[in-house]
């Protein structure tokens, strides 16, 4: 079989959507290991992005130029009251489009067009080229921002203009898949689509990374490491596991003796974070680190890792991190609204806690703490949903998907 990808995002660390792209052409090749597998990769920037480590037959990269001109930008206050139609927006899709377009897409057996970020433009700048009725849709997050869990943003005209648009793209598309359960079926409805979207999860595969520079890795003090490394953004509070821990410590001096929480943040939280615990040792707020850096400390020096879903009342999206921290298969707690992508994956409950339940929380992670000072055991908390069969099932019934 012959695939054709097109990506807009395959950097090596700092974006989820990079990590996941890299890990679904690493598993598409162990999936397909005699396919041709050929890149189209659209990006605003030359970035160092090693591209010598994906497992792919030929990578074409574009750097696309998204500087909106003068006279478009002027023309559009006019052409928007008049028309309700952006013409900055038309114009950066026109510049994705001129490179899908020169596309020979009809040597392919199967085309994914994923996207990435919150703008969209690989899957929205097919919008009436001939390669769309051949190819497969892969949304990385819902569209437009407003509609995101977790954003405090409200519909604008601009949306629904945006949404008119995705609407029709979705329409002209071969078949269409999200990144998670949720978010498929939520963006089926939002879509008004007569066609089933698929879900095909994120993925990690090593292979496609460099993890040699741990320059930056901070060896554990305790017996017991609990790790967050991530973003304080959409919702995610850490506050209630923080002060649940706090007490514990505080219960126990085994626990204040034997155990640490360190915290690898990226947002507007940090400082916020390190004066409210400022007076507790065990909690250890720190900058973020590079992918490299962040993999060897979560891989060799915790012991029981977070989540934090968005909230607080509903995730629709598979966090990017899952199927990394899948495959360390350490114990996990996810702290979630009651209504999430990650309930339905994790079977086992005491891998996960309501944001709203302070009490759960401290008694389901005191009881992992537990266990991790009598054992080291290896534990699946998501069974195989991430191995390489299901993503190969997930992936075939897609290809196959027969709607016309």
Known sequence: MRFLVIVQDLRISGTSAGIGRRSLLGKLRKVYPNSIIEVCYLSRFNTEDRLDLLPVNKITQHIVKTKVPFYTTFLNRIFWRLFHVSLNERYILKQYAKFIGAIDFKKYDHILITSSGIEHETILATHGLPILKN???IFHDPYPLSWYVGSNKTPSNLDFFRLKYVMEVVR???ACASTANCMSHDLQQLYASKKKFYTLPH???ASVFDFSDISNVMAKS???GVSYHGAIMFGREIDSLLDAYQDLIN????YKESTEFVLRLRGQDNVRLRNKYSN????????TLNFSNSCYEQTHEADILIILENGPFYSNVLVGKAPFLASLKKPIL???PERSEMRTLLKDKKYIASYDDFEEIKLKLKNLIDDRLNSNEQVFPFGDYFGDESFKLMLNEILEDKYD
């Open 135 to 137: 190819s497969v849709l």
């Open 172 to 174: 002209q598309s071969k």
């Open 203 to 205: 993925q990690f595969e």
């Open 222 to 224: 305790k017996k017991v």
């Open 251 to 254: 219960d126990s001096s085994v």
């Open 280 to 287: 507790c040792e065990n909690i250890k707020i720190l900058d």
């Open 334 to 336: 996810c702290i979630s």
